[in-house]
């Protein structure tokens, strides 16, 4: 249930295709994200509050596709280093607080036990605090304790920088560093998982990565993280991660970047994703109810896209069936990396594109147990077990 009167409306409007049942569906799963920037563009003087004309997402747009629980990246610019890097990481998480305090009857923090299942009862998006990149922090483990108390409830040990506690999995790629945990990096671990604390893998190198899992008695975690075996980059997770993933009893949340989901990238490529953004902004105002002209014209448009080789929503999918056939479906996510990221893939342009995702998951053959842990269910069971039970 969980959800508004817009999706009530949308599925009316996708008539047509109620035999697949994907909208009542996708109505009635528990939908999660693990990995949105919206406070980047905030910071940056950006709308969330209010539709927004640029970006992939803001309060309607969660409402309208369907969201019940968004990650929400505290993520600070490279330039900023120091006091004035942490300064940055406190304004964001405040930002975030005062929007929710101005729009409750939208968004509520989850940050205890039972405020998930009591702001999804009360057909809310709960937000959870999430840091990306433990810079800030200065490795220092008082900061660590201060951000749990601000309400911080995932924390990314690294983003593109290496620290001298846990190396990033751009700087192992390169060898620029032998990698790993140092000893203060595995104290850390500790740390979080005593708190109860989701310990976010992603951006992690490789060998970081097996330093957590041998650290941390709680499922392992990874926000944003797609498949290495269909695409050769180095943020991407291995299938023996994968499968340590699924014997913790953890997640991994697909990752949407055309980057890190096809192989082909090229600057043609990405003038050519440009243009379909924009064709898919065009059609979402032609039709705003989205109807079965709409349906019509968004299937010959993400098929006119793959003839040319453009990353789709299906090749989003196909990371999705990697990770399921690697790890189970019970071990599967989505971590969009919206907002943060500046090219999407044709027929996943932003949030309220999530439906889409629903019906070609069902389209896969993926049965409707199996498309509500990956929406997530799969998520809310780790939280449950690192945050709320932890």
């Known amino acids: 249930m969980y959800r508004s009167l817009i999706i009530l409306i ?3 409007s996708y008539a047509p295709l109620s035999a697949q049942q994907y909208l009542p569906l996708h109505s009635s799963a528990i939908v999660a994200d693990g990995h949105n920037d919206i406070l980047w563009r905030v910071m940056s003087g950006g709308e969330m509050e209010s539709r927004a004309t ?3 997402s803001d309060l309607p747009r969660f409402r309208e596709g369907g969201m019940d629980i968004q990650l929400f990246s505290i993520w600070v ?25 101005r729009n409750p009857a939208a968004l509520q923090l989850a940050t205890k036990p039972g405020d998930m299942d009591r702001i999804l009862s009360g057909g809310k998006l709960a937000g959870v605090i999430a840091l ?4 800030c922090i200065d490795g220092r483990r008082d900061r660590i304790l201060e951000l749990y108390r601000r309400g911080l409830r995932s924390f990314g040990l690294t983003w593109n920088h290496s620290s001298d506690w846990a190396s990033c999995s751009k700087d192992e790629s390169t060898g620029k560093v032998k990698g790993g945990l140092s000893e203060k990096g595995k104290s850390f671990v500790r740390l979080l998982d005593s708190l109860g604390v989701l310990i976010d893998l992603s951006h992690l190198g490789e060998r970081a990565f097996w330093d957590v899992a041998a650290n941390s008695s709680h499922p392992l975690f990874a926000s944003h993280s797609a498949s290495k075996a269909l695409r050769d980059h180095h943020r991407n997770l291995t299938d023996a991660q994968l499968r340590a993933v699924a014997k913790s009893g953890g997640v991994v949340m697909t990752n949407f970047f055309p980057g890190f989901i096809v192989s082909n990238m090229n600057e043609k490529r990405v003038k050519r994703l440009r243009e379909f953004e924009k064709k898919a902004a065009a059609l979402k105002k032609k039709h ?3 109807g079965k002209d709409y349906m019509k014209e968004y299937d010959r448009m993400v098929a006119a896209a793959k003839k040319e080789g453009i990353c789709t929503i299906d090749d989003v999918v196909a990371h999705i069936d990697h990770a399921v056939r ?23 342009n932003d949030v309220t594109d999530l439906p889409m995702l629903t019906r070609s998951l069902m389209k896969k053959g993926y049965s409707a147990d199996q498309i509500r842990g ?17």
Not at 132 to 135: A, F, K, S, Y
Not at 376 to 389: D, K, S, Y
């Open 10 to 12: 949308l599925c009316v």
């Open 54 to 56: 640029t970006g992939h």
């Open 77 to 101: 610019p490279s330039e900023k280093t120091g006091d004035d890097a942490w300064q940055f990481a406190l304004d964001e998480i405040d930002s975030l607080k005062a929007i929710a305090a």
């Open 132 to 135: 990306e990149g433990g810079r």
């Open 288 to 290: 705003p109810k989205r």
């Open 326 to 348: 690697i790890a189970g479906a019970e071990h599967v996510g989505l971590g969009s990396d919206f907002d943060g990221i500046n090219l999407t893939p044709v027929g996943l």
């Open 374 to 390: 990956i929406l997530g269910g799969n998520f809310l069971r780790v939280w449950r077990a690192v945050v709320e039970n932890g």
